[in-house]
Every structure is written in C-alpha cells, then in structure tokens.
C-alpha cells in the first residue's frame, strides 16, 4: 500500500464548479497535514495545512478525518487559474526539522470555460 | 522568486560526467532538503541536511553525493549517472516550526 495514495485524476470540470479531491494516508502515527499545490514544471507550494477541526481559506477547505486516515480538499467556484496537479502531503511525527514528508503522487485539475 | 534558489534550471549530461546541483537560501532556514521528481511518481527524499546534520537515505544510490557547506548552500553531486537519473531534482528549505519552501528545481536530463 502507498504510504500517501491520490486519485491522479484528470479531474476535468468547468468553471464555477465546485471540486473535491480525497487522500489517504498509511502511517497512523502521521502528525502533520498539508495540500500543495504545483503547476506545470515549476516547483510545488504549500496551499494550505489541514488542521484537525478542518480549515477553510477563501474557496478552500481542507478536512482531516484521523480515524479513517483520509484528508480532504474542496474547491469551491473553480478558477481557470486553479488549474494545477494537487498534492497530499503527511508528515511523520514531529521531530523537527529531520521529520519527513511524503507525498501523494498528485491529482491534478483542469479547469474549463 | 521563492527565497530558495536553485542552478542550473536545466542540465544535460552524459552517463560518464560530473557535474554539481546547487542550492541556495537566505531565508534563515535551519534545514535543507533534496528531492527527486520523476513522471507519475511521487516527490521522493533524498537527503535532510539539519542543523548541519546530514539524515542518510540509506535507498539513494551513492553515484548521487549531497553536501552542505554551511546553512544557506547545499549541493548535490553527480557522477556517472544513469538514464532513469533524469528527473526533476528540488531543493526545499525550512525552520523550525515553518512550512517548507522548494525552490523552482533543475531538470535533470541524463543520457
């Protein structure tokens, strides 16, 4: 089993649409999540951390289900400038700076006219 | 700009050259990181430098040597590679208690 598991998509929908990208992850003793965002061959950016009673930032919110081992990403009002691969990050235990991330294989988005 | 810089952007080299990956940071970050993009896989880890220690991964072959000089430089070196070696190679920067930043990577290009 993948230790972070992504539906690679494409996820193709049209604009004003509302999206949601789903993430499992394999080590229950996973500390820390994140969503980055990475456009086409330029460099990943963290879009947001999922914290556990859930977050939102403008049209995104972000769930974390630690139970299941599941995080979430809802797009809501899709941009044309969302279009990106999305990438679910997890991050074991919290032993600073050596700790590791791992990272989902991404899914990525079109968004369409 | 992300605060972390990388060079060159893009590099092809035959499987008997050496040739250096740099990275560099002024963001004050206390910890540098390789990774190793490939199509359809995920980003993989290569090598933590943390506090000026370096974290083995004991899976990446030893024709890859990371070095790290100081806080702020971190190297990658490369000697006879192989063509599955091509890949897009990202450096990532952090602090303590702060989120990681990558920098725009090179695309490493081996044949």
């Known amino acids: 089993r993948k230790e972070v598991e992504q539906d690679p998509g494409p996820f193709n929908v049209p604009e004003g649409a509302t999206v949601a990208f789903n993430c499992t992850y394999s080590?229950?003793?996973?500390?820390?999540f994140f969503w980055y965002r990475q456009d086409c061959r330029k460099e990943p950016k963290l879009l947001m951390s999922?914290?556990?009673s859930g977050n939102e930032d403008g049209r995104f919110t972000a769930q974390l289900n630690r139970a299941s081992q599941y995080i979430s990403l809802l797009i809501r009002d899709s941009k044309l400038s969302d279009s990106a691969t999305y990438l679910c990050?997890?991050?074991?235990?919290?032993?600073?700076?050596?700790?590791?991330?791992?990272f989902g294989t991404g899914t990525r988005l079109q968004v369409t006219l | 700009e992300t605060g972390v810089t990388q060079t060159p952007r893009h590099l092809v080299m035959g499987m008997t050259n050496k040739k250096s990956l740099k990275c560099e940071q002024h963001?004050?970050?206390?910890?540098m990181y390789w990774y190793k993009q490939s199509a359809k896989k995920p980003l993989e880890l290569m090598f933590v430098?943390?506090?000026?220690?370096?974290?083995e991964n004991n899976s990446v072959p030893s024709r890859f040597s990371p070095e790290c000089p100081n806080s702020s430089h971190l190297f990658l070196h490369l000697h006879t590679l192989q063509p599955e070696d091509s890949a897009l190679y990202l450096c990532a920067s952090r602090k303590t208690g702060y989120g990681y930043t990558f920098g725009s990577g090179t695309r490493l290009t081996v044949v």
């Open positions: 080590n229950s003793a996973s500390q820390s």
């Open positions: 430098y943390s506090l000026e220690e370096r974290v």
């Open positions: 963001l004050g970050h206390n910890a």
């Open positions: 990050v997890v991050k074991a235990g919290n032993t600073g700076t050596a700790s590791k991330l791992t």
């Open positions: 999922v914290y556990s």
